[in-house]
């Protein structure tokens, strides 16, 4: 599978069997995608001049997750691991060239596939607004619409980080975005960013829905804003905040079918400290932390600074991973919902989510046998009778997370979530 980005039509975007798109603009050719249209004038209204190498990895990025879309795993040898060779053109090639094996394999670890990347000339230069604005923000704080990241927003907020909130749009969460925004105390500043991946007409049907890069796109939109602000300018690091609990980001694969990519690692430990050094060596000084490494998402509700605007909003918050297919609803039966309901008997709350399928001990294929929750309760059992460590088996190991113990800790107290929830519900 071949893809080129580039923000214009000509050279090595016209060549081959490659699968093209347009960065930052409109295609205006058939047979032509598009990725990234309206992020120019998007900064512009915020008067952002970010530095040229976080222009450029927002390029790289953009270019992923229109691979990543385009790119169907069904078409693949095993059905699943695709090789993917993408073509980007940034303005700085010689240096990111010099990162093509860090990409590499830091995407494949990311998305379970082969990945080749690389750069080519011809990438648009940072854009620079007619006005610069002031950013006075002293830290960037992921805010995707869901609870971990209302959380991190809030007790940021209460700790006096003067925050700028930067948030990718999709469907079903923009108004939240917004309204969360608003919510947060000393009045941050919110960047709404949409990656805008627009498929070649031929292809406009052929979406794969799996998205394992997405995380590329929500780290770049918030180096981006880092490198705009006014600290960053007078050479101090700037924070990057990307809030979510630790079960989560673990993500250990609930049963033996769910190995690798099958499970998402979209903030896992060993990802982030790539993209740290990808960072690094980029001499872009953004520092990546999650807080919330070694909380779980009922100790997250719990232990928010923050309850009274918690509370007024924690239930609009969106987890599902399914929410747009459920006609914008919380199924309450993927593994993010069962997360999500176990934080919220964790927190001691009455759940006032709206979920499709509410009463999980159902003895049918849509409630206690749906495969997720059946991954769930098959686990669970699983670790009574042969315990964490040979259940997790290789997914908590030094080499990758260095001292496992409180890795470990975290995800036994986030499977005791689970269980509580479960047996609750009389699926256990």
């Known amino acids: 599978m ?10 090595s975007l016209q060549a081959g069997d490659a699968t093209r798109f347009r960065l930052y603009g409109l295609a205006h050719n058939p047979g032509i995608g598009t990725v990234g249209n309206g992020i120019v004038q998007a900064l512009a209204r915020q008067g952002m001049a970010p530095a040229q190498r976080a222009w450029d990895l927002l390029s790289i990025a953009l270019s992923i997750v229109a691979a990543d879309e385009s790119s169907r795993r069904d078409q693949s040898a095993d059905g699943w691991t695709r090789q993917i060779e993408l073509e980007v053109a940034v303005a700085e090639p010689d240096f990111w060239n010099t990162q093509t094996d860090a990409l590499d394999s830091t995407l494949s670890f990311l998305t379970g596939d082969i990945w080749h990347v690389r750069l080519t000339g011809g990438g648009l230069e940072a854009p620079k607004p007619a006005k610069r604005k002031p950013q006075p923000h002293d830290a960037i704080c992921l805010l995707s619409g869901g609870m971990d990241s209302l959380v991190g927003a809030l007790d940021l907020a209460t700790e006096g980080r003067k925050l700028m909130l930067v948030s990718q749009v999709s469907k079903g969460d923009k108004d939240t975005q917004l309204t969360f925004a608003t919510r947060i105390p000393g009045a941050p500043g919110h960047l709404q960013l949409n990656h805008n991946v627009q ?90 932390a999650n807080p919330y490494q070694f909380k779980t998402k009922g100790e997250m509700l719990v232990e928010c600074r923050e309850q009274t605007i918690l509370q007024a909003n924690a239930f609009a918050a969106t987890s599902c991973g399914r929410y747009a297919r459920n006609g914008y609803m919380h199924c309450g039966r993927c593994i993010p919902c069962l997360v999500r309901r176990s934080a919220i008997r964790r927190w001691g709350l009455e759940d006032q989510t709206r979920y499709r399928y509410g009463r999980l001990a159902i003895n049918d294929s849509d409630h206690r046998n749906y495969d997720d929750v059946r991954a769930a309760a098959i686990a669970l059992q699983q670790i009574s009778l042969l315990g964490l460590d040979r259940w997790a088996g290789t997914a908590l190991n030094s080499a990758q997370l260095g001292d496992t113990a409180p890795y470990r800790a975290v995800v036994q107290r986030g499977l005791e979530e689970l269980r509580s929830f479960l047996a609750a519900e009389g699926v256990l």
Not at 2 to 11: L, R
Not at 252 to 265: A, C, D, K, Q, V
């Open 2 to 11: 071949k893809i080129a980005c580039a923000p214009t039509i000509s050279g």
């Open 199 to 288: 498929l070649p007409p031929q292809m406009a049907q052929l979406h794969e829905r799996s998205q394992r890069a997405r995380s590329v796109i929500f780290l770049a939109y918030g180096v981006l804003a880092a490198s705009a602000m006014d600290r960053y300018r007078t050479g101090a690091a700037v924070d990057l905040f990307v809030p979510e609990n630790g079960f989560i980001s673990l993500n250990i694969p609930l049963t033996p079918i769910r190995i690798g990519s099958l499970s998402t690692r979209t903030t896992h430990p060993a990802y982030m400290a790539a993209v740290q050094r990808l960072l690094d060596a980029a001499g872009l000084h953004v520092r990546l």
